[in-house]
């Protein structure tokens, strides 16, 4: 197993060799996921660093490996809910509704936010950017095609969403997979995005970005929700993961709570 002092080495390679600060992730994180890398690629130091700096194409699939993040549609039922009853009202007052799902990775989440638009009946008026640093897991999300058997488990998380419809409307399903609908994908644009290095783009009415800081540290979460507080318009909302908040940042006063347990926040300041 790495240690942290040659964990830092990988960094400072990574950092000066291909241009990607990784140092703002927490050291935990990434030593599990260094590690497993090597595991997968029977490497040890010294053949990791070798292959980071001689093998074309390695460092690419160094970086999908450290960023990559699990997720699923509706995952956790009552976070969209809340969505529904304490964003959406406000959501639709606007002429024009745009959302930033940042981290984004393969999808899932964006097109759990278009078809709770889409039943909210404000889909029409809705954009919606994913966005990633991964650009792996940024094509996939592109083709919005699943396996058949996960989308039958988030037909159940979409069932506790207490939904107008069954999720089965929203896409069409052939052999083992089930590709999401055009009409769906229509106002959603996937793109790269680096919350580490990349600054704002526009002005969004929603946020949601969640279960990502956990794996930064706090320099770093302190700079990507300052991202955020800038690309948010005046009572704009943020959305962040079960065990994220913004407790202890520097401009929480800006923001008021508008659903503690799921982590919705609305600026304000």
Request: charged residues 25%.
């Amino acid at each position: 197993m790495i240690t942290f002092e040659e964990l830092e080495e990988i960094i400072t390679v990574v950092k000066n060799l291909h241009g990607y600060d990784i140092s703002g992730y927490t050291r935990s994180s990434l030593k599990r996921r260094v590690t497993r890398i090597m595991e997968l690629n029977k490497l040890n130091l010294s053949g990791l660093k070798a292959k980071l700096i001689n093998q074309p194409g390695f460092s690419i699939y160094f970086l999908q490996e450290i960023t990559v993040n699990v997720t699923e549609m509706f995952r956790d039922p009552e976070f969209y809910k809340a969505l529904k009853t304490d964003v959406f009202p406000y959501l639709a007052t606007y002429p024009h509704i745009k959302l930033w799902s940042a981290g984004c990775s393969t999808g899932e989440e964006v097109y759990s936010l278009a078809i709770l638009l889409k039943e909210a009946e404000i889909y029409q008026r809705s954009f919606i950017y994913g966005t990633d640093i991964n650009s792996k897991v940024l094509e996939k999300a592109k083709r919005g095609i699943y396996s058949l058997i996960k989308v039958r488990e988030y037909s159940e998380n979409f069932i506790k969403t207490d939904p107008k419809s069954s999720l089965s409307d929203y896409y069409t399903a052939m052999y083992n997979a089930a590709t999401i609908n055009n009409s769906l994908k229509k106002n959603i644009l996937f793109s790269m995005h680096s919350l580490v290095s990349d600054g704002v783009f526009n002005e969004f009415q929603l946020i949601t970005c969640r279960n990502v800081l956990i794996y930064f540290d706090t320099d770093l979460q302190d700079r990507v929700l300052d991202l955020f507080y800038h690309s948010l318009c005046h009572l704009g909302f943020l959305c962040l993961g079960s065990k994220e908040s913004l407790i202890n940042y520097k401009h929480a006063a800006k923001f008021k709570i508008v659903n503690k347990k799921h982590n919705i926040y609305q600026k304000i300041g």
